[in-house]
């Protein structure tokens, strides 16, 4: 329960959760952490707080450092429950606070809580002096909510993100230098590819207006604080935000008597042969939003599925929804599967992918009952031809 001094002055006062293992339908395996700021100056200020079942733990955390009621400013710097959920206790704690939020926070949080709080709304740039240090305030909007904004402390070179650069793990180290380089990179990619990867715009007008800061230090609300690998992590977010990938190749499907999945192992052949690493998922045994983590990587996407009561098979249909409102762009897609009549699936997964604006070179193979040695020969053939294509653009 010890809080960790991460600038002088400057704590982490937040709340480990170990045991979460599901983020409104995200799946954390590695549970998570809702970092919390205690900057002591002249002035205190908290810095976001905690999901509300973690309270008594952030609030052991302050009360080691400081008497709670001399806490001046409650920074929010995001609406959403896990980081807001904590302030209706912590301003009963610290009555003569101020919550500090952006304009379209005070609705949020209005509309959350419905307290008569002191609120003020800042705008970006705006500063607000502790004594030493200053807090600058710049909205983010829709990284990843309307609400959203950072806060920076120039004198300390240190920026205070919110969710952004964020990953879901819970440890007892806090920095980035004391994990595994790997599973950080997985996890934010993870993060990313299931939290702000519609966001690619706004997060590339966020990185501009960032850019201009001088930032040594990053330490976002979620996971571990960067203070080394902050460059890679910001360059890996640049990649995504452009929507970058690698030259590779992702299949997901369902099936029902392994037609579709013979399908989905003949395009796995062909594109190995023409040379591109590829991953199949099965959606009975994967769950959507690990396979985000493989979407935000692949260059070529290829989905398939048998038709079902005229349409796709349900979990299937699940990871469509969930792919289109995510909205990955600049990709290859394919489409496939078998049908015993009517055979629409097929279909159906080619207008998710259309609207999604990406390029269908190949038109979607659709196969009655049982593919013979042929058909699964010429669905090879396509996976080559993907392969090239892959490789070649
Ligand atoms: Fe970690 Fe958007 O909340």
């Not at 409650?74 to 606070?97: C, F, I, Q, W, Y």
């Not at 960067?226 to 990649?239: C, D, G, M, S, V």
Request: charged share 25%.
């Amino acid at each position: 329960m010890e809080p960790v001094a991460i600038k002088p002055g400057i704590y982490w006062v937040g709340g480990i959760d170990w045991d979460l293992r599901n983020f409104h339908g995200y799946l954390t395996q590695r549970g998570t952490t809702y970092n919390a700021y205690l900057i002591i100056d002249e002035k205190v200020a908290l810095v976001d707080t905690v999901k509300h079942d973690l309270f008594d733990e952030m609030l052991s955390r302050v009360k080691s450092l400081i008497d709670p009621a001399q806490i001046e400013y409650l920074v929010s710097n995001h609406v959403e429950m896990d980081h807001s959920g904590s302030l209706p206790k912590m301003v009963s704690r610290a009555p003569h606070a101020t919550v500090v939020t952006s304009p379209q926070g005070e609705k949020g949080l209005r509309r959350h809580y419905k307290q008569d709080w002191k609120l003020s709304a800042v705008k970006s740039g705006d500063t607000l002096s502790l004594g030493k240090r200053t807090l600058q305030f710049f909205l983010t909007p829709m990284v990843h909510w309307p609400d959203s904004m950072v806060t920076y402390v120039p004198e300390e070179k240190l920026l205070l993100p919110n969710d952004a650069f964020g990953q879901h793990i819970a440890t007892s180290e806090r920095f980035d230098d004391e994990a595994c380089w790997d599973i950080l990179l997985e996890e934010a990619a993870k993060y990313y590819a299931n939290i702000v990867l519609p966001y690619g715009e706004q997060v590339k007008k966020a990185l501009d207006a960032l850019s201009t800061l001088d930032i040594a230090m990053v330490a976002p609300s979620h996971g571990l604080i960067w203070r080394t690998y902050f460059p890679k992590i910001l360059e890996a977010y640049q990649r995504w935000a452009a929507h970058e990938t690698e030259n590779r190749a992702l299949i997901v499907y369902d099936t029902m008597w392994g037609s579709t999945e013979r399908m989905a192992y003949s395009l796995l052949e062909g594109l190995e042969k023409a040379g591109v690493p590829v991953a199949i998922r099965n959606l009975k045994t994967m769950h959507i939003s690990d396979i985000m983590t493989d979407v935000i990587r692949s260059k070529a996407i290829l989905i398939g599925s048998p038709t079902l009561n005229n349409g796709v098979l349900p979990t299937v249909g699940g990871f469509l929804i969930y792919l289109k409102g995510l909205r990955p762009k600049n990709r290859i897609g394919f489409a496939f599967g078998s049908y015993g009549w009517g055979g629409q699936a097929v279909k159906e997964i080619e207008t998710i992918m259309n609207s999604l604006g990406w390029n269908l070179p190949c038109e979607g193979v659709n196969i009655q009952y049982i593919p013979d040695e042929g058909e699964l020969q010429e669905v090879k053939e396509i996976g080559k031809k993907l392969g090239a294509m892959i490789k070649n653009e």
